[in-house]
């Protein structure tokens, strides 16, 4: 069975600091994705990397695959209260791309 | 463009009572998902339908739950019967194939309480 971990579990910061959010595994993934998820709704994509080593950037948001692809980390900059949620990323399998495992789930709540 | 619609959004029962969700893809999406997620934690999956096939149902508790999907649109989720521990957010996604990368369009998930 492939885990995700992620960490911190929880996250609580002030509007304008910086945070990193950390999904690591023992197995290699074909590709990450990285969902924010709010109360009461259903997971949204933010970003799918596929290279090892790939950066992407969204807005204030920075996201890395790891060169091995077993790992990724979500940047957020200068947080805001909007981007208060729930953090998943999810891996999917070489053969399988559809089939996502995701994380155990960061949850970030940023404060005025 | 619609999104993914589920119904119901909400669900009181008590155990040992059937349940059944229902979920409406994305037009023209032909891959469809069941999610099961807990309190703070990821979604795991349940089954993935390409059309109306049942192509990845080992994560589905089969002595209660049954699935199906009948001319690979709508599809319902059915737990019967449902025990405490089914307490949790049943999640719907389709995608437009299973495809590499495609991206999986979740709908808002409904929330099942047994008591």
């Known amino acids: 069975t492939q885990l995700l971990e992620q960490s911190p579990q929880f996250l609580s910061i002030q509007e304008g600091e910086n945070l990193t959010v950390y999904c690591n595994s023992s197995?290699?993934?074909?590709?990450l994705q990285w969902y924010r998820q709010e109360p009461g709704e259903g997971p949204v994509l933010l970003v799918t990397v596929v290279t090892g080593g790939e950066v992407k950037k969204l807005k204030r948001l920075t996201f890395q695959f790891g060169d091995a692809r077993k790992d990724s980390s979500l940047h957020i900059t200068a947080a805001q209260p909007g981007d208060t949620g729930l953090y998943l990323c999810a891996g999917a399998n070489t053969g399988t791309a559809s089939k996502l495992t995701f994380g155990t789930g960061t949850r970030l709540q940023v404060t005025l | 463009e619609a999104g993914v619609v589920q119904s119901p959004r909400y669900k009181i029962i008590e155990k040992k009572q059937p349940v059944a969700f229902w979920c409406n893809p994305i037009?023209?999406?032909?891959?469809l998902y069941w999610y099961r997620q807990n309190l703070g934690q990821g979604p795991e999956l349940l089954i993935r339908y390409e059309n109306e096939e049942a192509v990845d149902d080992s994560q589905l508790p089969k002595d209660r739950f049954s699935a199906e999907r009948l001319k690979g649109v709508d599809s319902t989720l059915k737990i019967q019967p449902a025990e405490l521990g089914d307490s949790a957010v049943y999640l719907c996604?389709?995608?437009?194939?299973?495809?590499?990368?495609?991206?999986?369009?979740f709908g808002p998930g409904t929330r099942l309480t047994v008591l």
């Open positions: 197995s290699v993934f074909s590709s």
């Open positions: 996604a389709s995608s437009l194939d299973s495809g590499s990368y495609n991206e999986q369009f």
């Open positions: 037009s023209g999406h032909n891959t």
